[in-house]
């Protein structure tokens, strides 16, 4: 799986995605996959009929693949959603917890 | 035949340079280092300021579990690195557990956070427990 490069996250490049949001062209979100490499990030335009139903469809691939989603609410503050938010700005899926 | 002759040293050659070029490209200590780093800013992304500050000056930050309200400190690891606190602070036993597959320790100590933060009886449920010392 990996980042599409939409012409949309192109222009993510010198922007952070609050600054692209507050421009109001585009309303950006973001899924954050976890990964070997860190992570891999998937940004979509939210007024993108089919972006959003790519995201909503990874969405869906990745928590049957057991990866929990979890959406940040505040500063150090985030929940547990399980089903696709396409309202959420950032979205981060880690894979399932196993004892060490 | 003197253009053959001249064209197969130099592709010789050409092959060379270019098998140098890429394998000094890839370097597997580097790649290693960016993803340490990937994660280290992905979790400071989503750590609250106090957590950002005390895993700066003490490459630790405490959580409180979302169902017993114990307070956990995640230290910088990716096993064995979460520790439960009684009330004066002091460290009780180790719990263990992680996300499945080889993550960088950035996003390991990141899902132990949102694992205590959101569904504490869920992580320990899973983890191994051991004495703290």
């Given at each position: 799986?990996?980042?599409?490069?939409?012409?949309?996250?192109?222009?993510?490049?010198?922007?952070?995605?609050?600054?692209?949001?507050?421009?109001?062209?585009?309303?950006?979100?973001?899924?954050?996959?976890?990964?070997?490499?860190?992570?891999?990030?998937?940004?979509?335009?939210?007024?993108?009929?089919?972006?959003?139903?790519e995201a909503e469809k990874r969405f869906t691939e990745l928590t049957g693949m057991g990866f929990t989603a979890a959406v940040r609410t505040g500063p150090g503050h985030q929940r547990v959603v399980r089903s696709f938010d396409p309202a959420a700005e950032e979205t981060l899926f880690f894979p399932r917890l196993v004892g060490g | 035949m003197m253009e053959v002759d001249l064209q197969i040293p130099l592709l010789i050659a050409l092959a060379f340079i270019v098998f140098a070029l890429l394998r000094l490209s890839y370097t597997p200590g580097l790649e290693t280092s960016r993803s340490d780093t990937r994660g280290l800013e992905l979790l400071k992304d989503w750590l609250s300021p106090e957590q950002s500050i005390s895993y700066e000056q003490c490459r630790h930050f405490d959580v409180i579990g979302s169902d017993s309200g114990t307070v956990f400190r995640i230290h910088h690891g990716t096993q064995m690195n979460v520790m439960e606190l009684d009330n004066i602070g002091q460290p009780v036993c180790r719990w263990c557990f992680v996300p499945d597959g080889s993550l960088v320790a950035g996003d390991v100590m990141l899902t132990q956070k949102i694992a205590l933060e959101t569904n504490e009886r869920g992580a320990l449920a899973v983890a191994n427990r051991s004495l703290a010392h």
């Open positions: 799986m990996s980042g599409s490069n939409a012409p949309a996250e192109r222009s993510l490049l010198f922007c952070s995605l609050a600054q692209v949001n507050q421009l109001g062209v585009l309303r950006m979100a973001v899924q954050i996959v976890m990964d070997r490499t860190g992570d891999t990030r998937h940004t979509f335009d939210t007024r993108d009929r089919a972006a959003v139903e | -």
